[in-house]
T-cell receptor, first 115, second 116 residues
């Protein structure tokens, strides 16, 4: 594809419901990241996938958050029992593996609103 | 733990002026320092990046200045234009030189407004 694609672009959910956010990285990119951007805030690292290596989950804020990457391509970020503080824009990015390129290309994000 | 500190939080500059955004980092293992530009409703996009073996990098109106001893780097936008109005994020990662993966740690962002 032309770029990183995220879906849905907007999601409104009720507190306590589970949500799934999808990311389609750029074809051939082996590295995939999830970041969270709260209103007016910076980008908070959540999780990183690189090829077949174990993912770096060090940024996940709680055990309600999980992510998987199937077949080394599409990734899904799942938030269980959503809380109002989970409201944010969730950004996905992908990049080629070192040493070819280190630029991370971002999708437009999924705006999650928990009501 | 805030590994990359960015200032100012917001900046207003007149058209034609110089915009300066500063970042400081803590981890001396960082070896890649990009700046990302984000317009409303869009994801961040790479603007310019620098490695610690150079003190300055210029691309058009955008310049990164890097001070390794002070663990600081800054973005200068010369001849600022209204179209430059956006949020700018500095970032840092390690492993570019030593190997490993490039998890980007971002600063909090600077909202730049360039007035005509």
């Amino acid at each position: 594809g032309a770029g990183v694609s995220q879906s849905p672009s907007n999601k409104v959910t009720e507190k306590g419901k589970d949500v799934e956010l999808r990311c389609d990285p750029i074809s051939g990119h082996t590295a995939l990241y999830w970041y969270r951007q709260s209103l007016g805030q910076g980008l908070e690292f959540l999780i990183y996938f690189q090829g077949n290596s174990a993912p770096d989950k060090s940024g996940l804020p709680s055990d309600r958050f999980s992510a998987e990457r199937t077949g080394g391509s599409v990734s899904t970020l799942t938030i269980q029992r959503t809380q109002q503080e989970d409201s944010a824009v969730y950004l996905c990015a992908s990049s080629l593996a070192r040493p070819m390129n280190t630029e991370a290309f971002f999708g437009q994000g999924t705006r999650l609103t928990v009501v | 733990q805030q590994q990359v500190k960015q200032s100012p939080q917001s900046l207003i500059v007149q058209k034609g002026g110089i915009s300066i955004i500063n970042c400081a980092y803590e981890n001396t293992a960082f070896d890649y320092f990009p700046w990302y530009q984000q317009f409303p409703g869009k994801g961040p996009a790479l603007l310019i990046a620098i490695r610690p073996d150079v003190s300055e990098k210029k691309e058009g109106r955008f310049t990164i200045s890097f001070n390794k001893s002070a663990k600081q780097f800054s973005l200068h936008i010369m001849d600022s234009q209204p179209g430059d109005s956006a949020t700018y994020f500095c970032a840092a990662s390690k492993g570019l030189i030593s190997g490993g993966y490039n998890k980007l740690i971002f600063g909090a962002g600077t909202r730049l407004a360039v007035h005509p």
